[in-house]
């Protein structure tokens, strides 16, 4: 050990250098090492606790608790089969053109080592070597796919046997998500082709509306009271849950480049200003069309704003994020607000949730398209496998030719996803039910997990509306006599 000014030992991972094999190697960036955990982390809150408390206010009341339970038990399972197995079937060495071997990632030998990821060496580039630990990476890379089965809950809110959610996050991890991760970031043949994702907008926006679409068909619907009206239970609480959604979106896509460099800030920038002009653009619809601005659009908008700008955040300029942005506010706009209000057609049949087909799909491919079409390419060459890659709008031999490979890579996502999932759902439904009874649905979080989220009576107990008319106590007075009549009307009405 080196010596510290005072004579004693200093350890090893603190030194600023090593020898013979100890851990301060020469190739640890601390300051990418440090963005990079920072990253995941905001990435992390994105889900626990951004999603959740999202997820738990913007449902009817009777349904908060296991909104955002489904959110709380994705984040736990999908870590613990990551490092089992997950995570090489994303990033790992390559097995099939489209999938990684499975292994796990628990050792102390691969988690101290440099970052690599295997298969992602190219014609033109040798595999990709962050300078950081793997153990940063397998972290990183964890919550994404983390976020990714949460978005996937969205579209199945207040119907889905939580059983069944339990088997359906590891299925879907394993067969659907590590599929699309390793095709077109582990060193897949979409990655080795260039279909340009630079943080998900396929991986995750793209792969989570469609399975979410397709699970919801299988699940089946709401009950028909809860289909008519599902007003959310906390407006001021979904702001909350959406502006750490936001404000996490940095870590999301300043995070993709593996390094605190010249990309990550311009990626940073671009989607903040995407998100913002999406947002405006939403409300204004909203105002056009139904005369008064919603905050529940506002955070639909921002949502699609920051979906769409995520395959190309990076890669594209500052007022290409505003056309992006004015796109993710329109179209994903017409498809919930026009099409999926029609009463026939499959986006009204198939109930949907949270509308994660429009947010997430639709924006996902949108953005994919137009990263198609804006990708500049001075920043494509700081960042993609493949060089002289560019959008359309800038000529030469390749425009056209990438516009293709972005149709090509979201048509592969979509049409893999809905034969997985539907395969997954199928299997599911052999072991446990898909959907609650009609007894759970009627009665929401007290009837499937025993608690509710908002105790309105007793710090908990239940205010039994027939103990109030009827029951007397031991001598003969009801145990309600002394209350207000004002108080016991109030409480009556609440029921």
């Known amino acids: 050990m080196e010596g510290s000014p005072s004579g004693l ?5 603190y030194q600023n250098s090593g020898r013979h094999g100890t851990l301060a190697l020469q190739w640890l960036n601390k300051g990418d090492n440090a963005w990079q955990m920072t990253a995941a982390t ?22 908060a608790i296991n909104s955002a339970f489904m959110s709380f038990y994705a984040f736990a399972a999908v870590l613990i089969c990551w490092v089992i197995w997950g995570y090489k079937m994303s990033f790992g060495e390559k097995l099939l053109p489209f999938w990684g071997k499975a292994g796990p990632t628990l050792g102390q030998d691969f988690l101290l080592q440099q970052a690599e990821l295997p298969a ?7 595999a990709l070597q962050p300078l950081y630990p793997m153990a940063t990476l397998v972290y990183f890379q964890f919550v994404f796919a983390a976020l990714t089965l949460i978005l996937v809950a969205g579209s199945l809110l207040g119907r889905m046997n939580f059983i069944a959610w339990m088997l359906f996050v590891p299925l879907w991890l394993s067969f659907s998500y590590s599929v699309g991760a390793f095709s077109l970031w582990g060193g897949g043949f ?10 998900g907008g396929y991986v995750i926006h793209l792969s989570s509306g469609v399975a ?20 959310p239970n906390n407006v001021l ?7 750490l959604l936001w404000l996490g979106w940095n870590g999301f896509n300043g995070g993709a480049p593996y390094a605190a460099n010249l990309i990550s800030p311009m990626a940073v920038l671009n989607t903040n200003i995407c998100a913002a002009t999406s947002l405006i653009v939403w409300t204004s619809i909203d105002v056009l069309v139904f005369k008064k601005p919603s905050v529940i659009g506002a955070v639909q908008g921002m949502i699609t704003g920051l979906v769409a700008i995520t395959p190309s955040a990076g890669l594209v300029q500052g007022w290409a994020a505003i056309v992006i942005g004015i796109f993710a506010g329109t179209i994903p706009w017409y498809t919930m607000m026009v099409l999926g209000r029609k009463k026939s057609g499959l986006l009204s049949t198939v109930d949907d949730t949270l509308g994660a087909f429009h947010t997430h799909a639709v924006a996902g491919t949108l953005g994919g398209i137009l990263a198609g079409f804006f990708a500049q390419p001075t920043l494509c060459n700081l960042f993609l496998p493949i060089p002289n890659e560019r959008g359309a709008i800038y000529g030469g031999s390749k425009a056209a030719l990438q516009l293709a490979k972005q149709i090509v890579g979201a048509l592969f996502v979509v049409v893999w996803n809905v034969v997985s999932t539907t395969i997954i759902c199928m299997a599911i439904q052999l072991i446990v039910p ?6 759970e649905l009627a009665v929401g979080d007290d009837a499937a997990h025993g608690e509710e989220a908002y105790a309105l009576w007793d710090d908990g107990d239940k205010f039994d509306i027939h103990v109030t008319r009827h029951s007397e106590s031991v001598n003969g007075a009801s145990e309600y006599d002394d209350m207000p009549m004002s108080h016991s009307k109030i409480q009556l009405q609440k029921m």
């Not at 809150?45 to 997820?55: D, T």
């Not at 979409?190 to 943080?199: E, K, P, R």
Request: proline share 6%; charged share 20%.
């Open 434 to 439: 898909l959907r609650m009874s009609e007894e």
């Open 190 to 199: 979409l990655f080795q082709w260039g279909v340009i994702d630079y943080a």
């Open 120 to 126: 992602t060496s190219t014609d033109y580039y040798p």
């Open 237 to 243: 609480l979904t702001l909350a849950g959406a502006g």
């Open 212 to 231: 979410g679409f397709v699970a919801a068909y299988w699940v089946g619907p709401r009950n028909e009271r809860d289909r008519r009206s599902f007003s």
């Open 42 to 63: 905001l990435v992390g809150l994105q889900c626990v606790p951004g999603l959740m408390i999202l997820y738990g206010s913007i449902v009817k009341k009777k349904w």
């Open 9 to 13: 030992p200093i350890p090893l991972a």
